[in-house]
């Protein structure tokens, strides 16, 4: 099997919090292989990513965990080490999570305008009396937020009747 | 690149993170309460991956990475998508 390139990230836990000199030591030499120690989030220990070649992301992990036992035994007295978690993936992937956005795409009532294409009373005149008007995604202070999306599936969906509604007149007359 | 890492540094120390800079050159990543994350090297061989890198382990550790502002969506049409 030809080999590829993986991005593998490792978690270990440790029985105490490692100092910071010790991560330092740890990082050192995983940037031998151009690779990052952290601490660990969560709980006492440390994570290292390093981009190698293997044949497959199993593999690629195998390699990373020798690799680190090694570095772990020559760097730092760190004795009781645990493997919590191990992910190989294809390096691009990797990075596009990494840079997704924690937040959603938010509109204004202002921006929700725009996106609709009517006035920002409209907005507020389709919120309390349109049934099928998303719920606000949050209210701050200012006024409602919605989230893009659902903005522009109500956009896509709504059964726009432009013009005066016809008047009822009373008794049907 | 330098940008791209100096822009990370401004986000974190917006955010109650510490970012200092020790004798040899590496940026080092605090957070809030004082706890050690991760640095970043003076001259990684591969700055794109080491920024990937700390960027993943400084959102682990719950410093919440925003969507780009609109005016820089548009600066980046602009450029061609850079």
Do not use: C
């Given at each position: 099997m030809a080999k590829q390139e993986w991005t593998v990230r490792l978690v270990f836990a440790t029985g105490a919090a490692l100092q910071e000199a010790i991560l330092d030591s740890l990082a050192g030499y995983a940037e031998g292989w151009d690779g990052t120690v952290a601490n660990r989030a969560g709980g006492a220990g440390f994570a290292v990513t390093v981009d190698l070649m293997a044949a497959s992301p199993v593999q690629a992990i195998d390699v990373a965990i020798a690799w680190i036992a090694k570095g772990v035994s020559t760097c730092c007295d760190v004795t009781d080490v645990e493997l919590v978690d191990a992910r190989a993936c294809d390096p691009d992937i990797y990075q596009a999570?990494?840079?997704?956005?924690?937040?959603?795409?938010?509109?204004?009532?202002?921006?929700?305008?725009?996106?609709?294409?009517?006035?920002?009373?409209?907005?507020?005149q389709l919120v309390t009396e349109h049934p099928r008007f998303p719920a606000p995604y949050a209210r701050l202070a200012t006024g409602p937020i919605w989230t893009v999306p659902t903005i522009e599936h109500f956009r896509d969906t709504w059964d726009r009747r432009p013009g005066r509604r016809p008047v009822a007149t009373a008794g049907g007359a | 690149?330098?940008?791209?890492?100096?822009?990370?540094?401004?986000?974190?120390?917006?955010?109650?993170?510490?970012?200092?800079?020790?004798?040899?050159?590496?940026?080092?990543?605090?957070?809030?309460?004082?706890?050690?994350?991760?640095?970043?090297?003076?001259?990684?061989?591969?700055?794109?991956?080491?920024?990937?890198?700390?960027?993943v382990e400084v959102r682990k550790h719950g410093l919440e990475w925003p969507r780009p502002s609109k005016a820089e969506l548009r600066s980046r049409r602009t450029n061609g998508g850079r």
């Open positions: 999570e990494a840079l997704k956005p924690d937040t959603p795409e938010l509109a204004s009532a202002a921006d929700a305008a725009v996106i609709l294409g009517v006035t920002r009373q409209r907005v507020h | 690149m330098a940008d791209d890492i100096n822009k990370l540094i401004a986000w974190a120390k917006s955010q109650g993170w510490d970012v200092q800079s020790d004798a040899d050159g590496y940026r080092r990543f605090y957070r809030p309460d004082g706890t050690y994350v991760v640095r970043y090297p003076a001259t990684p061989s591969n700055p794109h991956r080491r920024l990937r890198d700390v960027i």
